[in-house]
């Protein structure tokens, strides 16, 4: 087998290439290369430099993750750097693409670095759960200051190569893109110069004292509440600080090392790699999306002017449409709210802005506008009855090949589809609120949708920097199905004397970003209450069925936007409302219930089993292809805590017969709403895990 990584002598330079796609991570056979060219390039009488640089889209991306939690294979990527730092001969690495993780860590190991202007740098170590175990928390702060070196390896957020030439980490930005020549030209001043070998760890560290570290460590306890791995990354930079070079690499390689043993990290690793699987479905491979420049959005609401902002931010032309001028004044000024903050947070420039609203948005009250549209997605209140009439005019008017989308939450795609001349092009678009922001979309397909319309809907996705995941058509698709039904679970534990409050607390001590007492609350209680009364007919009589949220919407309390809803919201803060304690009570009493007391993990376990029950029915009947799309959904629009994977990855990793003998617990209160899943109950019978429907 040709080795990945090749060696060419050009007179007195000798030009390292990797060259092993898609993303040049270091692989085994890559770092045994690395090594080997170096070593014969470091031998070669007449070399005086040596430049690395990658083939293809980028410098490495970082370490193949695919060897993770496999017996590890020599040589060892720290080796290799300090190989490469050691080498007598000045190293010249040449940037361009991204240079991540052990990527970044094998640039520090050179002596200096180039790179192009369009390059980006990071050490996402810490979102798989790691922290940069090949000397990147030594090097680093060897060039950069020590508050940014921390900020960079315990976010993994990554810089552009301005900043990385501020901070140091990087010796020139070139011009031009020919990242080959640019390295070349470096090594040949540096030849000229004389300049010689610069070991990173031979320069002195930046100095911080040990209030810099308590710090970061207080401030991470909050905003990566639960995870491990930040705070070994304080750790190690902190050994960088205080212990001579190779105690500090020692102190790191033996953090890296417990991390890679840890849940956390086989959890973040599911979550990379499901949410690149999520968009590979057999139903596409191979099929061309249709065109998508002009979007077309259907009512200028919440859900609506979210949508034509997140289509705005990424280049697409909106045309939005309302029933009336009122309307579309309100829609006209939530669109440019919401791109003004894009302004604030300089995700968008004010000139960008300005284009943008001169002639990227439109705003018609005439759907006869939407004739050019390549999509048109509707976002209009939830009621089958508006849906179909939107539907059936939107039919008669727009082009052919235009895709009828539906942003419904729960609503039958089938139904709204069969409203049109042309079901094969409707489909289901389901955004999360706010939709600007949140990363989850729901492709729902109906049962006659065509595969290029589905293309189109992950393709759609992939502009707006979404992760797309496929639905099949149910009441609520994959999210709001499982939703609904750990939510009867929750009201469970809150009738049997729980309160809301203490749900939340409970979840959000999990992990939760937030509990579901005060995400409904944000949503506005009203929209379950709409979907509860909705379903009110068909209820079956059996069900627990729990008033008090209805009690709450009957007031008027439909939570943030009425100012009161579980919690009291006043003066920018939020508190549980002793009044919202009372009608539970109440509804106790009437119940005849004596209410006990239940622990956090009791409710914890409830929650967990509830949604991984639904979950395995969501995916037996083919709602959701594969248990990771669950997990997927669950990461990008519930707030799930990434670290535990999603609830599926999490029901393996505390075993599915512990969820199973939980439901059968819980089924002794209430048989009607605790009945074990088939699947889950097929899989402990065989002793299988949801991965092992996983590709
Ligand atoms: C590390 O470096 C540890 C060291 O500190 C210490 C070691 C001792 N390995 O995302 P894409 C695959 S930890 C293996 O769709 P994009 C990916 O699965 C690592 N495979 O493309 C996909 O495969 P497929 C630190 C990888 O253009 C294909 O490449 N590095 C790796 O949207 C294309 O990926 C990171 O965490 C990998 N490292 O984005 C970087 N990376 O086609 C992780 C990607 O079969 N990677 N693949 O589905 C990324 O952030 C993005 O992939 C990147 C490209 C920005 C590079």
Not at 498 to 507: E, G, K, Q, T
Not at 547 to 557: A, H, I, T, V
Request: charged share 25%; with cysteine; aromatic share 6%.
């Amino acid at each position: 087998m040709t080795s990945p990584v090749s060696l060419t002598i050009a007179g007195d330079i000798a030009v390292i290439e990797v060259s092993h796609p898609p993303v040049n991570a270091l692989s085994q056979v890559v770092r045994a290369g690395l090594a080997d060219c170096v070593s014969r390039a470091a031998e070669t009488e007449d070399v005086q430099a040596i430049v690395i640089y990658g083939a293809g889209r980028t410098f490495i991306a970082g370490a193949d993750i695919r060897e993770f939690g496999k017996p590890a294979l020599e040589p060892y990527l720290p080796e290799v750097i300090n190989k490469i730092e050691a080498t007598a001969k000045p190293v010249v690495i040449a940037l361009h693409g991204t240079a991540l993780g052990g990527g970044l860590e094998v640039a520090l190991g050179g002596h200096y670095r180039v790179a192009l202007s369009s390059a980006r740098f990071g050490l996402p170590e810490v979102t798989l759960g790691l922290l940069p175990g090949a000397g990147g928390t030594q090097r680093l702060p060897r060039l950069a200051p020590v508050d940014k070196a921390l900020a960079m390896i315990t976010t993994g957020r990554q810089i552009d190569a301005k900043q990385a030439l501020e901070l140091g980490i990087i010796d020139r930005v070139a011009d031009g893109d020919d990242v080959r020549t640019a390295g070349i030209d470096f090594a040949r001043e540096v030849i000229a110069q004389g300049k010689g070998v610069r070991p990173t760890s031979a320069l002195a560290c930046h100095a911080a004292d040990a209030q810099v570290f308590d710090a970061a460590r207080a401030k991470l306890a909050q905003s990566a509440r639960g995870q491990i791995a930040p705070q070994k990354c304080v750790d190690a930079i902190q050994g960088a600080v205080t212990l001579p070079f190779a105690k500090g690499l020692a102190q790191e390689r033996a953090l890296f090392q417990d991390l890679m043993r840890s849940d956390q990290r086989v959890a973040l690793i599911h979550a990379f790699f499901s949410e690149r699987q999520v968009g590979k479905l057999p139903q596409i491979q191979g099929v061309r999306a249709r065109e998508l420049a002009t979007v077309g959005v259907v009512g200028g609401g919440t859900m609506g002017a979210g949508i034509a902002v997140s289509a705005l931010l990424a280049g697409l032309r909106v045309t939005l449409a309302e029933r009336d001028e009122d309307a579309l004044e309100r829609a006209g000024t939530t669109v440019s709210k919401l791109l003004m903050g894009s302004v604030k947070r300089n995700k968008l420039s004010q000139d960008q802005y300005d284009a943008i609203m001169a002639s990227g948005f439109k705003s018609t009250t005439d759907y006869a506008d939407f004739t050019n549209a390549d999509v048109v997605i509707e976002a209009v209140f939830e009621n089958m009855e508006v849906k179909k009439e939107v539907f059936a005019r939107l039919d008669a008017i727009c082009k052919p090949g235009a895709i009828l989308a539906s942003n419904t939450s729960y609503l039958d795609v089938n139904a709204i589809a069969a409203m049109t001349s042309r079901p094969e092009d409707v489909i289901g678009l389901h955004f999360f609120s706010p939709a600007h922001v949140m990363k989850l979309l729901e492709v729902v397909v109906a049962d006659k949708t065509s595969p290029e319309v589905v293309a189109t809907g992950f393709a759609l996705a992939k502009v707006l920097r979404k992760v797309a995941v496929r639905s099949g058509v149910c009441d609520g698709f994959i999210g709001n199905r499982i939703l609904s039904y750990y939510r009867k679970a929750l009201d469970g534990a809150v009738m049997a004397g729980a309160s809301p409050f203490d749900v939340d607390r409970a979840l959000v001590n999990f992990g939760l970003a937030m509990g579901p007492f005060a995400v409904g609350d944000l949503a506005g209680l009203d929209i379950g209450w709409a979907t509860r009364k909705r379903l009110a007919p068909t209820r079956d009589p059996r069900e627990a069925y729990a008033e008090f949220s209805d009690r709450l919407c009957e007031m008027g309390r439909f939570g943030r936007k009425t100012g009161r809803g579980f919690y009291i919201y006043e003066d920018g803060k939020s508190a549980p409302d002793p009044q919202v304690d009372e009608i539970i009570v109440a509804e106790r009493a009437a119940k005849k219930i004596d209410a006990r007391t239940i622990s956090d993990q009791e409710i914890v376990d409830r929650y967990m089993a509830a949604m991984v029950n639904e979950a395995a029915r969501v995916v037996e009947e083919g709602i959701a292809l594969r248990p990771l799309d669950v997990d997927v959904v669950f990461l990008n629009g519930y707030g799930y805590p990434r670290w535990r994977g999603g609830p599926m990855h999490y029901a393996d990793t505390v075993g599915l017969d512990k969820i199973l003998n939980d439901i059968k617990a819980f089924a002794a209160e209430d048989d009607f709403l605790w009945k074990p899943a088939p699947l889950l109950q097929r899989l402990v019978a065989k002793g299988e895990t949801f991965a092992s429907l996983n590709p």
